[in-house]
């Protein structure tokens, strides 16, 4: 069994900075991507970011191009979204997501992605 777990978020203000993890674990995981997405109230789940296991590329979505950026961490299948410049526009659940194998790419669909993480509430204050 998969699981992704998300761990950091909270509350701060806007102009500042938030750091997520997310760690896979269970034995099939297989992935060759670990992405990020976000979902405000009342709105439909959208892309943040992908980043290849493999080869460390990163894909982003226009809105945070600049002020967000997604690196591996030492311990084996985990990544963080390291958020700066932070805007009451990025306020939502932020969710880590994989794809049960390997795929060509970094996609941005999230009907790709197989697996998530329960999500981990970031609140970015005006």
């Known amino acids: 069994q998969v699981q992704l777990v998300e761990s950091g978020g909270g509350l701060v203000q806007a102009g500042g900075s938030l750091r997520l993890s997310c760690a896979a674990s269970?034995?099939?995981?297989?992935?060759?991507?670990m992405s990020w997405f976000r979902q405000a109230p009342g709105k439909e789940r959208e892309f943040v970011g992908a980043f290849n296991l493999v080869s460390g590329s990163t894909y982003y979505a226009d809105s945070v191009k600049g002020r967000f950026s997604i690196s591996r961490e030492n311990a084996k299948n985990t990544v963080s979204l390291e958020m700066n410049s932070l805007k009451p526009d990025d306020t939502g659940v932020y969710y880590c997501?994989?794809?049960?194998?390997?795929?060509?790419?970094?996609?941005?669909?999230?009907?790709?992605?197989?697996?998530w993480g329960q999500g981990t509430q970031v609140t970015v204050s005006s």
């Open positions: 269970g034995r099939t995981f297989s992935s060759n991507a």
């Open positions: 997501a994989a794809y049960r194998g390997t795929r060509i790419g970094l996609s941005r669909n999230r009907y790709d992605y197989d697996y």
